[in-house]
């Protein structure tokens, strides 16, 4: 907890200072408006001290007045732009940073976190920074700066008045401090709250049929009720300390209103005001004194929801460090020997090894089909393969290459992979056979999708393969997505293909056929094919039993 | 702006908490503005005592008020937003039960939270000045007509213009621009949960710079968005702004006429500073009302089928009969029953096999009143399932789909589902039966241990037992399971098998299957074909 805090206040720091350039602009823009502001209160208390004494119409100040409201007006247009542009500049730096860092961790972040409470952390928590740079930090300044040189001006009018003003005035930073540490803890609670529910709702909405035919949708409307309604407990908790700071505020701005013309008054009473134009100039500055207050009180709600954003950004694994330049290997792109030397790996301690101490090769162009129960070891192998995890122990070398030593980027290249349900992206089926490699013509895309027989259902979809499939999109069928994995691993043409159970869930018509075809995607490629599927004995191959996480037996092959 | 009234209505049950904050902000505002005049009046007439007094006690009530306003105001919205929550997805439970359909998980995902979240404003920042508004509206009428008619009619003028004209416009501009910033949010959130839930594939395919570049894209099309309306917002804002200070300055170049102009100005500064922020909230509720229009249309699809008006008895057997059904999903795609006729006595174990896409989970959704056949019945216990309430039927069956969804919650949770009422023992019996007790018994936290993401965490073998495991301790009398061993390998499967026969003992089992294994002891097998059912031998 502590050390959280800790790093959070970093982060902070570390934030602020690459934000002060681009908070300046709006400083200034606020500087000059609140001497626009200044200058307008003056004009008003010459007009209104001219009429009450019944000297009538003063046409010079009523100018200055309008001259003074349109400049403020001017500058508080500019200053809004300069913020937006200030919150968005850092949004656009935290996105892309938090993305490459989630990039760079791959498919292990899968296992521990859900993909709405990344997507969260991605949107909407870099969403939430946007006032800490856009509206904080500036505030931040201004309160000390526009308060201080209002109090300077009254200061020379009238150093009672003065007094009255700054003894409010630091009432206020001294109650919102007060009220600030106990904000803080209760925005940290919300924010988990918040996220907490975020994710309950995408999941409850994914598996929604499954609520409505199990007759649940009723009780977990309730659950989602009271979740809701925990939210705005939370929230309230957090507003209820959060207003008594505005409510400080209100009272120390009525508290100086009220005191400083209650003294003018009694001045009057006595017949000792020298100046009556002075007093109402005073009067008048009594709200230009509160009002950068004010908008640092609306901001600080800003920084408190920062924080709660920073603290997700923070858990994000971090950027691994570029693997060193000389020892990243180019391997032979035809003809790939795969070795697996002694290699351990356990996803979680607390359920055991899921490789204990595996050893076997592959040769060039050589099938090897992995075979054992479910939970054996085989999707791990082909991780391994994929780059998705690294070995706790052991090695495995492409070529007699260490694969930990290739860049992600070349990990990659070498191999295509089809797994047990493709994810498909939104948009055209073109566009997601596409996907594979992203340069290929028309003409290389459309002998993929002949290749893997996708033509033989497109043809019937409203667009071909211009039709929209993936999430919101055409529904396709299970052996339908797979044939598209088929053709994606086919345009990408690597000369390793790593196939994890890529029947599992089609039926054994469906089955053969897509057999058939991986078989032709099989002819010259160093292949490891893991399945439990009988049909699986169609290819001509060696044969790895995996038990536990440990080989138990070779059979067949060379 | 319809939409905003729909939801608005939506919320009738929190009338008292909503108007209870309006009725406090209208007291803190009277306050304020009371305040603002008894100053002037203090410097105009040099000095009255009375007002002094006043004074005093308004300052510390005005305070309190504004304390209570904030409070009882944002308590009352975060109700109202908590019901809208619930009931938006009650209406897509009402409205989907065939799954999401065409509609995109992340979408829904992102139009619930920001949709709903965006109408928040409306009450805060519109509802409650506009009632601050109206009732300024005299008071301002008064106070200045007293000292000259004219000037009131100014003032007043003004005033509306600044507090109801300038809102209304922005809002109308705002609906199109609101409906593109939804839009561009939606596109970067789908394209962002495309990337992450596809972590493998852009991984295996090495897209991390192009999905990169596209998701840059899209957050530049919603910077653009977001820019648009904030210029709107300022240019709205500053408008207001500069309606204030030209009330103020016809004030001052009256104020030679009548010193009591003075008050008048102080209470006019209160007034335009009440509804300042007017003008951008009509921004705002443009783009809520957008929001508003999708949150309505998500939730008010058509629903899958209705219920009878007055339903039948629940029946009293467990038979199922598909007497003569014809089915299309669409009427332009070919029909998946042609007079099919299937009968399943109550206790009997069938298999169903044929090729995919011959219609044998569209025989499950006929069943499970997920769709209803154009000709032909479907009998429960001899009670047409046209006149049964869904609930009914579907309590009687338990259903294991392709797509059955595992949820990201405990082991536990996801068992109760089927059975929230069930006992430990119940569940371990269950976890038994789809072989899967043991691996759960080895996990530290038991039934307690979290499932991740569509069972990540899991293997997949593992993940469709626990789903099993679901199904099997529902005390549904009918068991209809689609390809229940998908995933899982031979020796598994077979031990599977062993162990429904023995735990399912009396229930009807409706096995969908593309093979058997031998191990399923069945009293007859049917095989689907041309949208008919004929016996197979077994």
Same mark, same amino acid.
């Given at each position: 907890?502590?050390?959280?805090?800790?790093?959070?206040?970093?982060?902070?720091?570390?934030?602020?200072?690459?934000?002060?350039?681009?908070?300046?602009?709006?400083?200034?823009?606020?500087?000059?408006?609140?001497?626009?502001?200044?200058?307008?209160?003056?004009?008003?208390?010459?007009?209104?001290?001219?009429?009450?004494?019944?000297?009538?119409?003063?046409?010079?100040?009523?100018?200055?007045?309008?001259?003074?409201?349109?400049?403020?007006?001017?500058?508080?247009?500019?200053?809004?732009?300069?913020?937006?542009?200030?919150?968005?500049?850092?949004?656009?730096?935290?996105?892309?940073?938090?993305?490459?860092?989630?990039?760079?961790?791959?498919?292990?972040?899968?296992?521990?976190?859900?993909?709405?409470?990344?997507?969260?952390?991605?949107?909407?928590?870099?969403?939430?920074?946007?006032?800490?740079?856009?509206?904080?930090?500036?505030?931040?300044?201004?309160?000390?700066?526009?308060?201080?040189?209002?109090?300077?001006?009254?200061?020379?009018?009238?150093?009672?008045?003065?007094?009255?003003?700054?003894?409010?005035?630091?009432?206020?930073?001294?109650?919102?401090?007060?009220?600030?540490?106990?904000?803080?803890?209760?925005?940290?609670?919300?924010?988990?709250?918040?996220?907490?529910?975020?994710?309950?709702?995408?999941?409850?909405?994914?598996?929604?049929?499954?609520?409505?035919?199990?007759?649940?949708?009723?009780?977990?409307?309730?659950?989602?009720?009271?979740?809701?309604?925990?939210?705005?407990?939370?929230?309230?908790?957090?507003?209820?300390?959060?207003?008594?700071?505005?409510?400080?505020?209100?009272?120390?701005?009525?508290?100086?209103?009220?005191?400083?013309?209650?003294?003018?008054?009694?001045?009057?009473?006595?017949?000792?005001?020298?100046?009556?134009?002075?007093?109402?100039?005073?009067?008048?500055?009594?709200?230009?004194?509160?009002?950068?207050?004010?908008?640092?009180?609306?901001?600080?709600?800003?920084?408190?929801?920062?924080?709660?954003?920073?603290?997700?950004?923070?858990?994000?694994?971090?950027?691994?460090?570029?693997?060193?330049?000389?020892?990243?290997?180019?391997?032979?792109?035809?003809?790939?020997?795969?070795?697996?030397?002694?290699?351990?790996?356990?996803?979680?301690?607390?359920?055991?090894?899921?490789?204990?101490?595996?050893?076997?090769?592959?040769?060039?162009?050589?099938?090897?089909?992995?075979?054992?129960?479910?939970?054996?070891?085989?999707?791990?192998?082909?991780?391994?393969?994929?780059?998705?995890?690294?070995?706790?122990?052991?090695?495995?070398?492409?070529?007699?290459?260490?694969?930990?030593?290739?860049?992600?980027?070349?990990?990659?290249?070498?191999?295509?992979?089809?797994?047990?349900?493709?994810?498909?992206?939104?948009?055209?089926?073109?566009?997601?056979?596409?996907?594979?490699?992203?340069?290929?013509?028309?003409?290389?895309?459309?002998?993929?999708?002949?290749?893997?027989?996708?033509?033989?259902?497109?043809?019937?979809?409203?667009?071909?393969?211009?039709?929209?499939?993936?999430?919101?999109?055409?529904?396709?069928?299970?052996?339908?997505?797979?044939?598209?994995?088929?053709?994606?691993?086919?345009?990408?043409?690597?000369?390793?293909?790593?196939?994890?159970?890529?029947?599992?869930?089609?039926?054994?018509?469906?089955?053969?056929?897509?057999?058939?075809?991986?078989?032709?995607?099989?002819?010259?490629?160093?292949?490891?094919?893991?399945?439990?599927?009988?049909?699986?004995?169609?290819?001509?191959?060696?044969?790895?039993?995996?038990?536990?996480?440990?080989?138990?037996?070779?059979?067949?092959?060379? | 702006?319809?939409?905003?009234?729909?939801?608005?209505?939506?919320?009738?049950?929190?009338?008292?908490?909503?108007?209870?904050?309006?009725?406090?902000?209208?007291?803190?505002?009277?306050?304020?503005?009371?305040?603002?005049?008894?100053?002037?009046?203090?410097?105009?007439?040099?000095?009255?005592?009375?007002?002094?007094?006043?004074?005093?006690?308004?300052?510390?009530?005005?305070?309190?008020?504004?304390?209570?306003?904030?409070?009882?105001?944002?308590?009352?919205?975060?109700?109202?937003?908590?019901?809208?929550?619930?009931?938006?997805?009650?209406?897509?439970?009402?409205?989907?039960?065939?799954?999401?359909?065409?509609?995109?998980?992340?979408?829904?995902?992102?139009?619930?939270?920001?949709?709903?979240?965006?109408?928040?404003?409306?009450?805060?920042?519109?509802?409650?000045?506009?009632?601050?508004?109206?009732?300024?509206?005299?008071?301002?009428?008064?106070?200045?007509?007293?000292?000259?008619?004219?000037?009131?009619?100014?003032?007043?003028?003004?005033?509306?213009?600044?507090?109801?004209?300038?809102?209304?416009?922005?809002?109308?501009?705002?609906?199109?621009?609101?409906?593109?910033?939804?839009?561009?949010?939606?596109?970067?959130?789908?394209?962002?949960?495309?990337?992450?839930?596809?972590?493998?594939?852009?991984?295996?395919?090495?897209?991390?710079?192009?999905?990169?570049?596209?998701?840059?894209?899209?957050?530049?099309?919603?910077?653009?968005?977001?820019?648009?309306?904030?210029?709107?917002?300022? *240019? &709205? #804002?500053?408008? =207001?702004?500069?309606?204030?200070? $030209? %009330?103020?300055?016809? !004030?001052? /170049? +009256?104020? @030679?006429?009548?010193?009591?102009?003075?008050?008048?100005?102080?209470?006019?500064?209160?007034?335009?500073?009440?509804?300042?922020?007017?003008? *951008? &909230? #009509?921004?705002? =509720?443009?783009?809520?009302?957008? $929001? %508003?229009?999708?949150? !309505?249309? /998500? +939730?008010? @699809?058509?629903?899958?089928?209705?219920?009878?008006?007055?339903?039948?008895?629940?029946?009293?057997?467990?038979?199922?009969?598909?007497?003569?059904?014809?089915?299309?999903?669409?009427?332009?795609?070919?029909?998946?029953?042609?007079?099919?006729?299937?009968?399943?006595?109550?206790?009997?174990?069938?298999?169903?096999?044929?090729?995919?896409?011959?219609?044998?989970?569209?025989?499950?959704?006929?069943?499970?009143?997920?769709?209803?056949?154009?000709?032909?019945?479907?009998?429960?216990?001899?009670?047409?399932?046209?006149?049964?309430?869904?609930?009914?039927?579907?309590?009687?069956?338990?259903?294991?789909?392709?797509?059955?969804?595992?949820?990201?919650?405990?082991?536990?949770?996801?068992?109760?589902?089927?059975?929230?009422?069930?006992?430990?023992?119940?569940?371990?019996?269950?976890?038994?039966?789809?072989?899967?007790?043991?691996?759960?018994?080895?996990?530290?936290?038991?039934?307690?241990?979290?499932?991740?993401?569509?069972?990540?965490?899991?293997?997949?073998?593992?993940?469709?037992?626990?789903?099993?495991?679901?199904?099997?301790?529902?005390?549904?009398?009918?068991?209809?399971?689609?390809?229940?061993?998908?995933?899982?390998?031979?020796?598994?499967?077979?031990?599977?098998?062993?162990?429904?026969?023995?735990?399912?003992?009396?229930?009807?089992?409706?096995?969908?299957?593309?093979?058997?294994?031998?191990?399923?002891?069945?009293?007859?097998?049917?095989?689907?074909?041309?949208?008919?059912?004929?016996?197979?031998?077994?």
């Amino acid at each position: 907890m502590h050390d959280s805090r800790i790093a959070t206040r970093a982060w902070l720091r570390a934030q602020t200072r690459l934000a002060r350039r681009g908070a300046l602009p709006v400083v200034a823009c606020g500087v000059a408006s609140a001497l626009a502001a200044v200058a307008a209160a003056w004009c008003a208390a010459a007009v209104l001290a001219q009429g009450l004494a019944g000297k009538g119409f003063a046409p010079l100040p009523l100018l200055g007045f309008a001259v003074a409201a349109l400049v403020q007006a001017g500058f508080g247009l500019l200053s809004e732009q300069a913020s937006f542009e200030a919150g968005a500049v850092a949004r656009r730096r935290l996105r892309s940073d938090a993305l490459a860092r989630l990039l760079a961790a791959g498919p292990a972040m899968l296992r521990g976190s859900h993909s709405g409470t990344l997507t969260a952390t991605v949107i909407d928590r870099i969403e939430a920074v946007d006032g800490l740079f856009g509206r904080y930090l500036p505030a931040a300044v201004l309160a000390m700066a526009g308060p201080a040189a209002v109090a300077l001006v009254v200061l020379v009018l009238d150093p009672v008045a003065a007094l009255i003003l700054g003894v409010t005035g630091l009432l206020v930073p001294f109650a919102m401090a007060l009220s600030g540490i106990g904000a803080a803890l209760a925005a940290r609670q919300q924010f988990a709250a918040m996220a907490r529910l975020q994710a309950r709702f995408l999941d409850r909405i994914k598996g929604i049929a499954t609520i409505v035919l199990a007759g649940r949708a009723e009780a977990e409307a309730q659950t989602l009720g009271s979740a809701a309604d925990e939210l705005r407990r939370r929230t309230m908790r957090v507003l209820r300390v959060a207003f008594l700071s505005s409510a400080a505020l209100d009272l120390a701005a009525a508290a100086a209103l009220v005191l400083i013309a209650l003294r003018y008054g009694s001045l009057m009473r006595d017949g000792t005001l020298a100046d009556a134009e002075t007093a109402l100039f005073v009067l008048l500055l009594v709200p230009q004194f509160f009002a950068p207050l004010r908008s640092f009180a609306a901001a600080y709600q800003d920084r408190m929801h920062a924080i709660g954003a920073a603290e997700a950004l923070i858990e994000l694994p971090p950027l691994p460090p570029p693997p060193p330049v000389l020892e990243v290997r180019n391997v032979a792109a035809h003809g790939v020997t795969i070795d697996f030397e002694h290699v351990c790996l356990s996803w979680d301690p607390s359920r055991g090894r899921a490789l204990d101490d595996v050893s076997f090769r592959v040769n060039a162009g050589e099938t090897v089909i992995l075979a054992g129960p479910s939970g054996s070891g085989k999707s791990s192998v082909i991780e391994i393969l994929l780059g998705f995890i690294a070995p706790d122990s052991g090695r495995v070398t492409f070529n007699g290459a260490d694969f930990a030593t290739l860049v992600p980027a070349a990990q990659s290249r070498l191999t295509a992979w089809i797994g047990q349900r493709p994810v498909l992206f939104a948009g055209t089926l073109r566009e997601n056979i596409r996907f594979a490699r992203p340069e290929a013509n028309d003409a290389a895309v459309e002998d993929a999708a002949r290749f893997a027989r996708i033509d033989g259902f497109a043809d019937a979809l409203p667009h071909g393969l211009d039709t929209l499939i993936g999430d919101g999109g055409f529904g396709l069928s299970g052996g339908q997505a797979q044939r598209i994995a088929i053709a994606r691993a086919f345009l990408k043409d690597a000369p390793v293909l790593l196939l994890d159970e890529p029947t599992t869930h089609l039926d054994p018509t469906t089955e053969a056929e897509v057999f058939e075809s991986l078989k032709r995607l099989t002819i010259g490629r160093t292949v490891i094919l893991a399945s439990h599927a009988t049909a699986a004995h169609a290819f001509a191959g060696r044969r790895l039993d995996l038990r536990h996480g440990r080989i138990a037996a070779s059979r067949g092959g060379a | 702006m319809k939409a905003l009234l729909q939801i608005a209505w939506l919320w009738r049950c929190r009338a008292f908490w909503l108007v209870a904050g309006a009725l406090i902000s209208i007291a803190a505002l009277a306050t304020a503005v009371w305040m603002m005049t008894l100053s002037g009046a203090l410097i105009a007439a040099a000095g009255v005592l009375t007002g002094a007094a006043a004074l005093r006690v308004l300052g510390p009530a005005r305070v309190v008020l504004r304390y209570a306003e904030r409070l009882v105001s944002h308590d009352a919205m975060f109700r109202a937003i908590a019901d809208l929550r619930v009931w938006f997805f009650r209406g897509l439970a009402h409205s989907s039960a065939g799954g999401l359909g065409f509609r995109r998980a992340g979408d829904v995902l992102s139009r619930l939270v920001n949709d709903i979240e965006a109408l928040d404003g409306v009450y805060l920042r519109v509802a409650l000045p506009l009632a601050g508004a109206v009732f300024l509206v005299p008071v301002l009428f008064w106070q200045i007509g007293k000292a000259s008619l004219p000037l009131a009619f100014v003032v007043v003028a003004l005033f509306a213009f600044a507090a109801f004209w300038l809102p209304w416009s922005a809002a109308t501009l705002t609906l199109g621009a609101g409906e593109r910033l939804a839009a561009a949010a939606s596109a970067l959130r789908v394209t962002v949960h495309d990337t992450l839930a596809g972590l493998r594939e852009v991984r295996a395919f090495g897209a991390e710079g192009r999905q990169l570049a596209t998701i840059q894209a899209r957050e530049a099309a919603l910077l653009a968005a977001q820019h648009d309306l904030a210029t709107r917002a300022a *240019r &709205a #804002g500053a408008l =207001a702004f500069l309606c204030g200070q $030209a %009330a103020l300055l016809a !004030l001052f /170049a +009256a104020i @030679g006429l009548d010193p009591a102009i003075a008050a008048a100005a102080f209470l006019a500064v209160a007034a335009f500073e009440a509804v300042g922020g007017l003008p *951008r &909230a #009509g921004v705002a =509720a443009g783009h809520a009302a957008a $929001a %508003a229009r999708r949150v !309505l249309e /998500a +939730a008010n @699809g058509p629903p899958m089928l209705p219920d009878p008006d007055q339903p039948a008895a629940p029946p009293r057997g467990n038979a199922l009969r598909f007497e003569g059904v014809h089915f299309r999903w669409q009427d332009d795609r070919a029909e998946v029953f042609s007079g099919l006729t299937l009968d399943i006595p109550s206790g009997n174990r069938i298999a169903l096999l044929g090729p995919s896409g011959i219609g044998k989970s569209t025989l499950a959704a006929l069943a499970l009143k997920v769709a209803a056949p154009q000709s032909g019945r479907i009998l429960l216990g001899g009670t047409d399932l046209a006149t049964l309430d869904a609930a009914v039927v579907r309590a009687r069956i338990g259903w294991l789909a392709q797509s059955t969804h595992l949820f990201a919650d405990t082991i536990r949770a996801n068992l109760l589902l089927a059975r929230p009422d069930a006992d430990d023992d119940a569940l371990w019996a269950a976890l038994a039966a789809a072989r899967i007790a043991d691996t759960v018994r080895a996990l530290p936290e038991g039934l307690d241990t979290w499932v991740g993401e569509a069972g990540s965490g899991f293997s997949g073998g593992q993940g469709r037992r626990l789903v099993l495991a679901r199904t099997l301790l529902s005390q549904a009398p009918i068991l209809i399971l689609d390809e229940p061993c998908a995933g899982l390998d031979a020796e598994t499967e077979r031990a599977f098998f062993t162990t429904l026969n023995e735990s399912a003992a009396g229930r009807t089992i409706i096995l969908i299957a593309h093979r058997l294994t031998g191990a399923e002891r069945l009293d007859r097998i049917w095989r689907l074909s041309d949208g008919r059912a004929s016996a197979a031998a077994g």
